[in-house]
């Protein structure tokens, strides 16, 4: 086991570990934390064959892991099933000048030998069915009676769209009650969006009404077996006629056959849990390992990262 900086990992062989995972997930490609990481490092067993990225900052001259926004799950990557005795050796590796180590393992991640406190979160994920009409029949009566509204209001759907008109949409309608992002946040979402879409990993959808109105919006990252919504966004307008429903909808109908699970990156709102829930989305389980070696005079610094 390694730790490899930065600049000196080889991103074909990280990336290909990756994309042959257990659990293919975009958060842990190179191109992916060189956006959303402010700096990070990767734990590598022998030639690739299992990898934990490990962003690191440095504040106050104390040095500290964290998880970044708009990176749901990280953790280890590797082929094939991620067994206790592999989980040991990557914990054991986790740097010693770390005063707090705090990061998402994905949900293929066993965790009963953890070093420190576990959180658990909770994701939520569709099993695709491979058919639409027969996926339907999955949705809660809410869902059904929402999708049928928002078909009679002609709403146009519109694929392909630019990142940039999604975010204003977002802070203008949600992103004010997220009080965690900052400018510099929707600036780092913003960049994510385009750079996945260079990288044929996104697609951002649109939803306009009657007056060629953008009502609604949501960005997907479309990578591995999955498609995940990783941005959303609905004015008053949009949500009295259901266009988010709609979207999902047409979205989920255009991954049938293809894509085997449409990720809501799940949510601790009661209100957005029910949402996702109504499609049909089953939980998925991950947590937060958090290890805290900060004396105890100043523990009031893991509040100021």
Known sequence: MKLIQRDDIDDQAWNRCIRKSSISLPYAQTWYLDVVAHEWDGLVLGNYQAVMPVPRKRKFGIDYSYPPFFAQQLGVFAPGHIDEELME??????????????????????????????????????????????????????????????????????????????????????????????????????QLMYVAIYHRQAEIWAVYDERNSHIAGAGFLVFGNRVIMLVSASNQEGREMGAMTLLIDEVMKQSQGYMERFDFEGSALPGLERFYKGFGAKEEIYHLLEINKLPKLIQWFKDKL
């Not at 999955?138 to 999604?166: D, I, V, Y």
């Open 89 to 190: 050796a990557f914990f054991r590796a986790v740097p010693k000048d770390f005063s707090l180590f705090q990061q998402y393992f994905n949900a293929q991640n066993p965790m009963s030998s953890h070093p420190g406190v576990l959180t658990r979160r909770q994701n939520l994920v569709v099993p695709l069915c491979g058919n639409q009409d027969q996926q339907r029949k999955s949705f809660s009566s809410q869902t059904k009676r929402n999708l049928k509204t928002a078909k009679k209001f002609g709403l146009e759907l519109m694929r392909n769209q630019e990142p940039k008109s999604l975010i204003e949409l977002f802070k203008a309608n949600k992103g004010g009650e997220i009080g965690e992002l900052s400018e510099l946040d929707f600036k780092i979402l913003e």
